[in-house]
């Protein structure tokens, strides 16, 4: 009689470049200033972003494995009469040229002052540190293999991970109030960009064109739709605790304090009661692990969703695929150097991405509802109505926003 066949074992995959580019300096920086200045009230924003990212990413990766295109790609084979693909074109390289340009300033600034803090403000002046961060990120992207990028950032997520949930256990935070902020929505006063910025940190919209593509390089039919909802679903659930075990110990450390954060050295405050005086040499570390490994991903995922929806080879030793990715990292080191304080640079990185986020959306829900790309395995009922939900909600909040921006709220 012949044994059943074993279930392999589950080993990392496409999910966890999912979890890196958004485990970046935006969230150390905005999940520490959500717990410092609002305690455990918006947690409750990272519990909807876990739950949207599974949703949409689960919908961009059965876009690729069953397609075997990019949601670039998808998009140019759904809108085809010359007027809807010109507006698609300019929407989505729009939002994916300013949002990423936006987040890869955050994420090199952010690894950045990690270095800059690690070897103290008097050694060399910041602007070393972000040529330095750029120079790593160009030469790991040049070396053009998923593989490599894929390893890098697999171990600077999990460096990241340990850090904050040991120092979340370990300083008993209060558990009924962290549950109340978890599932209870409220938005306390002048927090709301603070909110669309934990919920741009993690919803990240170019991962979607990034994860399309990536799960094609692991799976290659549908027989592996079940393993890639795994992967998704368990790296961004880790993900999602490492945000909230960030919003949990700066909450302890700041919240009620009348203390607040304003560099890098004050992110440390939060992991001494784990690392006492090491915490400045983790926290710096740490900031410079997220920040390049984001610095990665950002004009990688650029370069898929350009690729994509042009119709050029996505082949990351093409030059074209490669211009676009030079052309983001060089704007975002650009931008790094002109000045502009970081925390307040990183924070608004991450509210644009929020705002972004239902453009995007969109469109990935109109190509998971075409027969004509993904024949069979369109949207069920039950994902058009989450993922209704999940834009309804983000388009509210980055509305709201907006309006809070230009003072009409």
């Keep these: ?30 999940c520490s200033l959500a717990g410092a200045q609002f305690g455990y009230a918006l947690l409750w924003g990272l519990t909807f972003s876990v739950v949207a990212t599974i949703i949409l990413q689960e919908m961009s990766a059965r876009l690729g494995i069953i397609t075997r295109h990019g949601l670039g790609e998808a998009l140019r084979t759904q809108f085809s009469t010359p007027a809807s693909r010109l507006i698609t074109v300019i929407l989505v390289v729009s939002a994916i040229t300013i949002g990423n340009a936006a987040f890869q300033t955050g994420n090199i600034l952010g690894a950045s002052i990690g270095l800059h803090a690690l070897f103290g403000d008097e050694i060399l002046p910041l602007r070393f540190w972000v040529s330095l961060t750029a120079t790593a990120a160009f030469l790991l992207l040049l070396a053009g293999s998923y593989k490599l990028i894929e390893r890098v950032l697999i171990g600077l997520v999990i460096l990241m991970s340990l850090t904050f949930l040991t120092t979340a256990v370990i300083i008993s935070p209060h558990l009924k109030e962290i549950f ?178 239902p453009v995007i959306a969109i469109y990935l829900l109109t190509v998971m509802n075409s027969r004509k790309i993904m024949g069979d395995n369109t949207n069920t009922l039950l994902s058009n109505i989450a993922g209704i939900i999940v834009v309804l909600v983000a388009l509210g909040l980055g509305l709201r926003s907006i309006l809070h921006v230009i003072g009409i709220i």
């Excluded at 066949?5 to 496409?14: L, Q, V």
């Excluded at 909230?244 to 110990?249: C, D, G, L, Q, R």
């Excluded at 560099?263 to 926290?283: C, K, M, N, T």
């Design 180 to 357: 109340k902020g978890m599932f209870v929505p409220d938005i306390p006063s002048g927090s709301i960009l603070t909110l669309v910025g934990l919920i741009g940190t993690t919803v990240v919209p170019y991962n979607l064109f990034l994860h399309a593509s990536a799960v094609q390089e692991r799976w290659k039919d549908a027989s592996g739709l079940g393993e890639a909802r795994t992967d998704i679903s368990v790296s961004v659930i880790l993900g999602g605790l490492i945000s909230m075990a960030i919003v949990v110990t700066s909450a302890v450390a700041f919240f009620g304090t009348g203390n607040t954060i304003t560099d890098a050295s004050g992110f440390a405050v939060q992991l001494e009661p784990l690392l006492g005086h090491w915490a400045r040499y983790v926290i710096s570390i740490g900031l410079f692990a997220a920040g390049i490994s984001s610095s990665i991903t950002a004009p990688l995922a650029a370069a898929y969703a350009t690729a994509g929806i042009f119709g050029w080879k996505r082949d990351l030793a093409s030059w074209r695929f490669r211009i676009v990715w030079m052309f983001i990292l060089l704007t975002g080191t650009l931008f790094s150097m002109l000045g502009f304080r970081p925390l307040e640079v990183i924070l608004f990185a991450q509210a644009a991405n929020g705002i972004l986020l």
């Design 1 to 30: 009689m012949q044994k059943p066949a074993r279930r392999s074992p589950f080993r990392p995959g496409p999910g966890a470049l999912v979890t890196a580019a958004f485990i970046g300096p935006g969230t150390i920086t905005t």
